[in-house]
């Protein structure tokens, strides 16, 4: 018999070659992100989970707004209402101050981004609030926040360990954090702060060989 979408075994099924509705909503990201087709996949595909579970989706770490363009899009075409909010949170203007015993990363990395130019790519105006400032001064306010899945692409130790403070508390049960610089020799403080903060509690890292690691709010 003839293998179904035999086109997209190589070797192995690989719907993040332009398989099916992804092909569209990825595009989306296509010009603006640093992040791989295999990630955004991971993100897509778990976007589409969050939107059976109570609570908003937020990002931290928005560069220049590629990934966000992307869940923006999977929100709107895929959710049926109520639709989750999406929250966005960076400084939109580069990296802060950095640790240098934990990050190779300098401040101002990042820096050629804009808030009315990530505005501009992400669209869909009614439904993603942005939060422009410093992890964590920019989660005041959100203490009662209920959230389905939060990306973390902030790839310092501190912002890493600030994000998992806050929001992993609030997770919805059943959802997730999807942490995009963990396995990058890039980010090792990325790593060690997952490592650590996870440690102490009952969810352990899910590493995935497109260098992402997921960790899931089972109770």
């Given at each position: ?81 109520p639709r ?85 508390p609030r ?49």
């Amino acid at each position: 018999m003839a293998i179904p979408d035999a086109e997209f075994y190589r070797p192995l099924f690989s719907p993040w070659l332009d398989y099916g509705e992804f092909r569209y909503i990825v595009a989306k990201a296509a010009s603006t992100t640093l992040v791989s087709r295999e990630r955004c996949y991971v993100l897509y595909s778990l976007t589409r989970q969050a939107l059976g579970l109570t609570g908003d989706i937020w990002e931290c770490g928005v560069y220049k707004g590629g990934t966000a363009a992307m869940l923006a899009e999977t929100i709107a075409v895929m959710a049926s209402d109520p639709r989750p909010r999406l929250r966005l949170f960076d400084t939109f203007s580069g990296m802060p101050n950095t640790n240098p015993d934990k990050d190779l990363h300098q401040a101002g990395d990042f820096a050629d981004t804009s808030l009315d130019q990530v505005k501009a790519i992400v669209g869909h105006e009614e439904a993603v609030t942005y939060h422009p400032g410093l992890i964590p001064d920019t989660f005041k306010g959100l203490e009662t926040s209920k959230i389905a899945m939060a990306h973390i692409d902030v790839d310092l130790y501190q912002s890493v360990i600030d994000c998992c403070d806050f929001i992993f508390p609030r997770l919805s049960l059943g959802g997730f954090m999807v942490f995009d610089d963990y396995g990058f020799a890039s980010c090792p403080g990325a790593r060690a702060a997952v490592d650590e903060y996870f440690s102490e509690t009952n969810a352990f890292p899910l590493v995935l060989p497109t260098g992402q690691a997921v960790v899931f709010k089972s109770r």
